[in-house]
Every structure is written in C-alpha cells, then in structure tokens.
C-alpha cells in the first residue's frame, strides 16, 4: 500500500529533507507541499535533486484537512499548528498527524516519541494517530540519560552546542554569520523549552545549557551527573550498548564521539564516558545530526513506526548519499 502524504510549512530546512526522504521512500507518495512564500513555484525550486513537478500551494486549516491524506506533517514555527489540528481532527480522515515544532511536547494526548525510547506508544492508540516529533537538543540529551538515569544522585547537567541551522532559515542574532565568524554564543541559558521537555518526559531533573556555533548543522552534547554509587567505564558501556541494542541508528563507543562522525546522517553517538578516581562524577557525550536526528529522520522514524512500516524505510535511502548531493549546504 503506498500512503498519501501532506507537508506544511516546507520552507525550512527540516521541511525540505522530510520532503526529500518521503520521494525517496518506496511506500509514500507526496501528495502536497504547503508554503506561503513559495506557493506557485515547482516542488525543484525547493528541492533542486527532485524533477517531480509538483506545485508548492498555500493552503490554509480547511483546505488542508479537505486533501484527506493518509499522513500530514506539520512544519511550523512554533505557535501555528492549532487552527490545522482543529481541522484535521474534525475531518478525522488522516492516519497520522505529525507536527515537528514544541507546540504538542507537553501535550498527554498526543504520543511523543524518540522511537528508541518511546516507541511502545503507538500499540496503545487509537483513531488519528498524533505524534509530537522531539526537539533536536532534547533528543541528544535523552538518549544520553535514559540508560542511566536511575543511577543518577540529584541533577544532571547537560551542556549542548549546535551548528546555526537549529536557529532556522529567518534571519536571526544565532545566525548571523558576522556574529557567529570564530565565535560561539550562548543563549536561554535558563529554562529553555527543551530542558522543560526532557524534565517531563526522562523524568530526571537536568540543567541545561545551549550554544550556537558557526558550522552549520550538528550537536555536540556533554552531559555530567553524579551518580548514586561508585561506576565503571567500562561497565557505563556496557550497560549503553545493551541498551540500545536493537536500535539501528544509535551507536555507542568508548572514545569521545564527535559531529563529524554524524553529520549527514540519522545516527546518534553516546560515548566518550569519562568516571572520577571515586567513581561518583561521569560525563559522556552525545552527538547527532540536528537536521536528521534531532529532527527529519526521526520524524520518518516515527511515521514508519505509525503505519506499520519497516523504520528505516526512506531513511537510509535519503542518506546514503547525503553528503555529496548536499556539498553546497550552508
């Protein structure tokens, strides 16, 4: 069966690689593209690798919930998807409804789901199956905490740098290349959205802390806590690569991992653990791709996951070349 798919707000980066993994994907077929600023143009002024002649629309809450797709992926800023839900939800003829913004993240009705944490979700819903896609930063820590976080003894700090694709394609003080050139700027120090989200759904108690760097895409997440007794490295690994064992595209390693290691692709690397001569304070590190990880490919994870579908359909198929076909990204 080939599933319908629907995607608004298509301007952004993460938009455009979604896009480009639903061509890619053997059982989905784009249906529409939404986007106000490009509305009229053809599908290849947004994704130059694709000849699919499409014509980008801009469609407002009725008319999309009117093209009765089996899949709608909601790619706005945050603040916008309600009118669209409402819709959506009236003409209850969508399978899955995923919105990639934080709009749904506190959200108890809608499944949120990093799919190697969370995935047990979707055996328990019914109707339109609604999935709220994670943050990126949220994402790189939560993988990072979940095999340890009963170890934990208190707060877990987390200290996370991104590439300036994460402050998106308006023009903005986080990336600005003048600022950013041989800078890195911190910024939300305190109460950023994605340290409420991990709080809520890790269940743990993190302080984090988020800077923007001048590469483009990429996280680098150094995560520190203090554990309730006496740990091992080598038994820190362990217990990661148990873990995450069935996970495809989660790795975990002794050495420090870095974002040249996952750039252009879905996978996330833990590693790096590092133990105090007592045994009580460890960090580790985390990295992923923003753009795939910490957004696109995770949202195809999760529609796989939705309609019954091998998980890593269109995911490997978009990025197993990724790099050369994006050698021009900035």
Same mark, same amino acid.
């Given at each position: 069966?080939?599933? %319908?798919?629907?995607?608004?707000?298509?301007?952004?980066?993460?938009?455009?690689?979604?896009?480009?993994?639903?061509?890619?994907?053997?059982?989905?077929?784009?249906?529409?593209?939404?986007?106000?600023?490009?509305?009229?143009?053809?599908?290849?002024?947004? *994704?130059?690798?694709?000849?699919?002649?499409?014509?980008?629309?801009?469609?407002?809450?009725?008319?999309?919930?009117?093209?009765?797709?089996?899949?709608?992926?909601?790619?706005?800023?945050?603040?916008?998807?309600?009118?669209?839900?409402?819709?959506?939800?009236?003409?209850?003829? $969508?399978?899955?409804?995923?919105?990639?913004?934080?709009?749904?993240?506190?959200?108890?009705?809608?499944?949120?789901?990093?799919?190697?944490?969370?995935?047990?979700?979707?055996?328990?819903?019914?109707?339109?199956?609604?999935?709220?896609?994670?943050? @990126?930063? $949220?994402? $790189?820590?939560? *993988?990072?905490? $979940?095999?340890?976080?009963?170890?934990?003894?208190?707060?877990?700090?987390?200290?996370?740098?991104?590439?300036?694709?994460?402050?998106?394609?308006?023009?903005?003080?986080?990336?600005?290349?003048? %600022?950013?050139?041989?800078?890195?700027?911190?910024?939300?120090?305190?109460?950023?959205?994605?340290?409420?989200?991990?709080?809520?759904?890790?269940?743990?108690?993190?302080?984090?802390?988020?800077?923007?760097?001048?590469?483009?895409?990429?996280i680098n997440m150094t995560v520190q806590w203090r554990a309730n007794g006496p740990q091992n490295k080598n038994e820190l690994l362990e217990q990661f690569n148990a873990y995450y064992e069935q996970s495809k595209y989660i790795? @975990?390693?002794?050495?420090?991992?870095?974002?040249?290691?996952?750039?252009?692709?879905?996978? @996330?690397?833990?590693?790096?653990?590092?133990?105090?001569?007592?045994?009580?304070?460890?960090?580790?590190?985390?990295?992923?791709?923003?753009?795939?990880?910490?957004?696109?490919?995770?949202?195809?994870?999760?529609?796989?996951?939705?309609?019954?579908?091998?998980?890593?359909?269109?995911?490997?198929?978009?990025?197993?070349?990724?790099?050369?076909?994006?050698?021009?990204?900035?």
């Amino acid at each position: 069966m080939t599933y %319908r798919v629907g995607v608004l707000g298509a301007r952004g980066y993460v938009g455009k690689e979604l896009i480009e993994g639903i061509l890619l994907h053997p059982d989905l077929s784009l249906d529409w593209v939404s986007s106000r600023q490009l509305a009229g143009q053809k599908l290849p002024a947004l *994704v130059p690798n694709t000849n699919y002649n499409l014509i980008i629309e801009n469609l407002d809450a009725q008319q999309v919930a009117a093209k009765n797709s089996d899949v709608i992926v909601l790619a706005l800023p945050n603040g916008l998807a309600a009118d669209y839900v409402a819709e959506i939800e009236k003409a209850n003829t $969508a399978k899955v409804l995923i919105d990639l913004s934080a709009d749904y993240r506190f959200t108890s009705d809608w499944i949120y789901s990093v799919p190697e944490l969370h995935s047990d979700k979707f055996k328990q819903s019914s109707g339109i199956i609604k999935i709220s896609n994670p943050g @990126c930063y $949220a994402t $790189a820590m939560q *993988v990072a905490i $979940a095999p340890i976080k009963f170890r934990v003894h208190g707060t877990v700090n987390c200290y996370g740098i991104s590439g300036y694709s994460g402050a998106g394609t308006k023009p903005s003080p986080n990336n600005d290349p003048q %600022r950013l050139k041989d800078n890195i700027l911190p910024y939300a120090l305190v109460e950023h959205i994605h340290e409420q989200e991990v709080i809520l759904h890790s269940e743990c108690d993190i302080h984090f802390s988020p800077h923007v760097a001048a590469f483009f895409r990429g996280i680098n997440m150094t995560v520190q806590w203090r554990a309730n007794g006496p740990q091992n490295k080598n038994e820190l690994l362990e217990q990661f690569n148990a873990y995450y064992e069935q996970s495809k595209y989660i790795e @975990c390693q002794m050495d420090i991992p870095n974002i040249k290691q996952v750039v252009h692709t879905p996978n @996330c690397i833990i590693g790096g653990f590092t133990v105090s001569d007592d045994g009580m304070r460890i960090t580790q590190v985390s990295v992923i791709d923003n753009l795939a990880k910490g957004a696109a490919s995770q949202a195809m994870q999760n529609i796989n996951i939705a309609l019954g579908l091998e998980e890593h359909l269109g995911i490997d198929e978009l990025y197993s070349n990724f790099s050369q076909t994006h050698s021009q990204e900035q």
